[in-house]
């Protein structure tokens, strides 16, 4: 398989329409071997050079979609100034079922900074998902249930903990989030 590579859609006059850029780190973390697995592309109206927004196809889909909807489609669900989780139980097996935790804003003015972190139940640091990100009006991380080592953490309740600095008044807004890291089977 390709370690890395780009892939480009070319209008009729031989124009580039899109490009991506991809490398095997865009794969499922837990992915030994990635022959024959196709990366998805998660949200449609995300930039396509996103790495958050690419993973493998699923294996219950036999690891490639061509011709149906990506077995890692996510939709975007939130509204007003706000975080919101999605799924709140996340099961990151790439089965293409809830693999991976959506942490997705939109706020009504953009050039928020957000720093975005997990911790479990008693409170000790698992994950830093964003350190001081220049936010637009909306879109997403993701969380794939690994810790910053890449290690599997304990199956349970996680606390996503977002600080999100307004710019022109420097008003810092606080979320606070719970999710559930389902077991591997």
Request: proline fraction near 4%; include cysteine; aromatic fraction near 10%.
């Amino acid at each position: 398989y390709d370690e890395e590579g780009i892939v480009s859609l070319l209008g009729a006059g031989g124009n580039s329409l899109d490009e991506l850029h991809y490398s095997r780190d865009m794969h499922f973390q837990l992915i030994g071997n990635c022959e024959g697995i196709s990366l998805e592309r998660i949200r449609s109206g995300e930039p396509t050079g996103d790495k958050n927004n690419w993973n493998s196809a699923s294996s219950t889909c036999g690891y490639a979609t061509p011709g149906y909807i990506n077995s890692q489609n996510r939709e975007d669900t939130t509204q007003g100034n706000e975080i919101t989780i999605f799924p709140e139980l996340f099961t990151p097996d790439n089965d293409g079922k809830d693999d991976m935790l959506s942490i997705a804003y939109r706020f009504d003015n953009p050039g928020n900074v957000a720093t975005i972190a997990v911790y479990d139940a008693v409170g000790r640091s698992v994950k830093r998902i964003a350190s001081n990100s220049l936010l637009g009006n909306s879109g997403y991380f993701t969380w794939d249930g690994l810790d910053e080592n890449k290690n599997q953490p304990p199956t349970g309740i996680y606390l996503i903990y977002a600080e999100v600095l307004v710019p022109g008044n420097g008003e810092i807004l606080k979320y606070k989030k719970t999710c559930v890291l389902g077991g591997r089977f």
